[in-house]
């Protein structure tokens, strides 16, 4: 895996302390409420479990997950919703968590679709922005590193579910997709 990435990008130092920033603003934020906290699966899961550690708040965990991607680097536009939250948001603060936003295609569909169900309130935090590829406006309410336009795996994130163990958050190196999987 190792010799796949091209350059580190964030260090599990670095990702501790913009974890720990992220989780103070949202216990800030949300003092003396109950928040349901929404994993997007599956890039999400490590920052998610890293982040609600760091939450005080009585809150709720669900995980929803959602396909736009197939084995390459480029969102397809195309977004299903593979697997369904199970609790009742009607009424609640819900934050939504994905690891990265890219396209916006994934989140400019969840988002609508979660506000037909009557939240109270409905936010979005992001580990990673990636704002130079945008199609589709999507508003970040707490985001942790904005960077450029390459393709980054690690800290959850994967190429062709591969990666998202790794500790820190790299570059994979474009020779990786250029010859394909395996
Ligand atoms: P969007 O719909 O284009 O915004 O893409 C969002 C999803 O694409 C994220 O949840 C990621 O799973 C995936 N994605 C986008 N960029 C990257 C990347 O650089 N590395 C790994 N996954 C990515
Ligand atoms: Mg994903």
């Not at 396209?103 to 130079?132: F, M, Q, Y």
């Not at 450029?148 to 998202?164: C, I």
Request: aromatic share 8%; hydrophobic share 40%.
């Amino acid at each position: 895996m190792e010799q796949d990435i091209k350059q580190i990008l964030f260090r599990e130092e670095d990702l501790r302390l913009c974890v720990s920033r992220l989780a103070a603003e949202i216990n800030r934020d949300y003092e003396g409420r109950a928040p349901v906290v929404v994993g997007i699966l599956q890039g999400s899961f490590v920052f998610l479990a890293d982040l609600v550690r760091e939450i005080t708040l009585p809150i709720n965990v669900e995980f929803m997950s959602a396909s736009s991607y197939g084995a390459g680097t480029e969102s397809s536009g195309q977004v299903n919703i593979r697997l369904d939250i199970h609790k009742e948001i009607a009424g609640r603060d819900v934050i939504l968590v994905e690891d990265i936003l890219d396209s916006g295609n994934t989140l400019s569909r969840l988002i609508p679709e979660l506000w037909k169900r009557n939240p109270a309130s409905l936010r979005l935090c992001v580990l990673l922005d990636k704002p130079d590829r945008r199609v589709k406006e999507v508003e970040v309410h707490y985001r942790g590193f904005t960077i450029p336009d390459e393709f980054v795996v690690g800290y959850g994130l994967d190429y062709n579910q591969k990666y998202r163990n790794l500790p820190y958050v790299g570059v994979l190196k474009p020779s990786v997709y250029a010859q394909g999987d395996e």
